[in-house]
């Protein structure tokens, strides 16, 4: 299994731009998710999904947008960027069955930067 | 506001332990996890802990919970130089499940 794979891994972009941050998953997981991690911050969920065609809003969303046409792919759009999403974005996945647990994996992170 | 909590620093010297610290916030049954990164790179899970559990523990780490302060705590024995590292951890609470609740990460320098 390749495991949580994201795409660029390094892009700058000026004010105003658009973007798509691509996030692939190949564990067959229900839930995905986005994060950002700001400089010497943690983890800041963006969006989250618990299963193909079905997302939520996380602590900051604002921003972005999500989709989740298949279980395996769970892309992050930026419009109109700004430079407060100068950031590195992560993208993790985590699959449950029943009571029992499974950690998040993450993917090894898109950094933004935008001017 | 209720957020998971951990110091910002720990500096430690190479085969001394280290002791990285944490509160969280849900009193309900819950799953405790403690995440690694390095730089330039995504979270790895170290280990994780039931709030039914009073401790765990794999190879060097040591995992302690206090369910009524509502702490856990690292225990890495013999720190070596490859744990310079970032270490979070995370929450997911049964009655919020599938959404992880990170702390703000302890940075752990390693000094020979």
């Known amino acids: 299994n390749a495991g949580v794979t994201q795409t660029p891994k390094f892009r700058i972009l000026k004010i105003g731009q658009s973007m798509t941050l691509q996030c692939t998953q190949d564990m067959n997981h229900n839930y995905m998710y986005w994060y950002r991690q700001d400089p010497g911050m943690g983890l800041k969920l963006i969006y989250y999904s618990v299963g193909a065609g079905i997302t939520d809003k996380g602590e900051v969303p604002n921003g972005y947008n999500v989709s989740r046409s298949t279980t395996e792919d769970f892309p992050l759009r930026l419009e109109l960027a700004a430079p407060s999403q100068t950031s590195v974005y992560f993208c993790?996945?985590?699959?449950?069955?029943?009571?029992?647990?499974?950690?998040?994996?993450f993917g090894p992170g898109t950094r933004l930067t935008v001017l | 506001g209720e957020d998971v909590e951990q110091s910002l620093f720990l500096s430690v010297r190479e085969g001394d332990s280290s002791v990285i610290n944490c509160t969280y916030t849900?009193?309900?049954?819950?799953?405790l996890y403690w995440y690694k990164q390095e730089p330039g790179a995504g979270l790895q899970l170290l280990t994780y802990?039931?709030?039914?559990?009073d401790m765990k523990q794999d190879q060097r780490l040591t995992v302690l919970l206090n369910k009524k302060d509502k702490h856990l705590s690292l225990r890495i024995a013999d720190t070596q130089t490859g744990d310079s590292a970032i270490y979070f951890c995370a929450e997911d609470a049964l009655d919020s499940w599938g959404k992880f609740q990170f702390g703000a990460g302890t940075q752990v320098v390693v000094t020979p």
């Open positions: 802990i039931f709030s039914n559990m």
């Open positions: 993790a996945s985590t699959g449950r069955v029943g009571l029992s647990t499974d950690t998040q994996y």
């Open positions: 849900d009193s309900s049954s819950t799953y």
